[in-house]
């Protein structure tokens, strides 16, 4: 079935310090992944995505990876900064469906300490 | 380019009652979709809009329906409300891929 986890609802680093949030998928037929990032009050914002062809993207501080062997996909934040306080979600859906119909992981609430 | 904007932003209903929510997308955005978020069930996908006909639709009962017009806006309805309906509801719109762009999301309390 669709489902797509998180392994850890909750994350707490050092401002500065990198950042490893974890998504877990069990959808075979996925191949397009996105993650997003929602802060107190606002609509998920869109971060980095990746399909199902690659195993690397990397954005502006950020860097998605996936392996499709174990289902997996990470989101690595670099230099972490007060701002990058949210909660974050991976979502995944599969792009031949021809339909915007994302499933979403439960989120992690990433803190940055100062 | 103005964002997805979503009204109201806020209301509260009584058990019973319909409500009525609208979202206007990213100019030129044809694709609108539609999700509920609840801290015990988090995201969930509701249905999905392009150029006026439902394309897809997730597992939710029938109280839940939505439209879409011709300008790409699109309202959602919930009748006959339930306490469980509280939550923020998104809506995003996207070009044509899954790229999507979320709203603030409109945040409904049912008592």
């Known amino acids: 079935g669709e489902s797509v986890g998180l392994h850890l609802p909750t994350l707490s680093v050092q401002e500065g310090d990198n950042s490893i949030i974890n998504c877990a998928y069990s959808n075979s037929a996925s191949d397009y992944f996105i993650w997003y990032k929602q802060e107190s009050g606002k609509g998920p914002q869109f971060i980095i995505d990746?399909?199902?062809?690659?195993d690397k993207r990397q954005g502006q501080r950020v860097t998605v990876l996936l392996n499709k062997t174990v289902k997996h996909l990470s989101l690595q934040i670099a230099a972490t900064q007060p701002g990058d306080s949210a909660v974050y979600f991976c979502?995944?859906?599969?792009?031949?469906?021809?339909?915007?119909?994302?499933?979403f992981g439960q989120g992690t609430r990433l803190t940055i300490n100062p | 380019k103005a964002g997805v904007t979503q009204t109201p932003r806020y209301l509260i209903k009584t058990r019973g009652q319909q409500v009525t929510l609208s979202c206007s997308p990213i100019?030129?955005?044809?694709?609108v979709s539609w999700y509920q978020q609840t801290p015990g069930q988090g995201l969930q996908f509701l249905f999905e809009y392009f150029s006026e006909t439902q394309r897809n639709k997730g597992n939710f009962p029938g109280r839940f329906s939505g439209r879409q017009f011709s300008n790409s806006r699109s309202e959602m309805n919930v009748s006959t409300l339930e306490l469980g309906d509280s939550a923020l509801y998104l809506c995003a719109s996207s070009l044509q891929g899954n790229e999507q762009y979320f709203g603030p999301g409109t945040r409904l309390t049912v008592t």
């Open positions: 990746i399909r199902s062809n690659m």
């Open positions: 100019s030129g955005h044809r694709s």
């Open positions: 979502a995944e859906t599969p792009v031949n469906q021809g339909a915007q119909k994302l499933v």
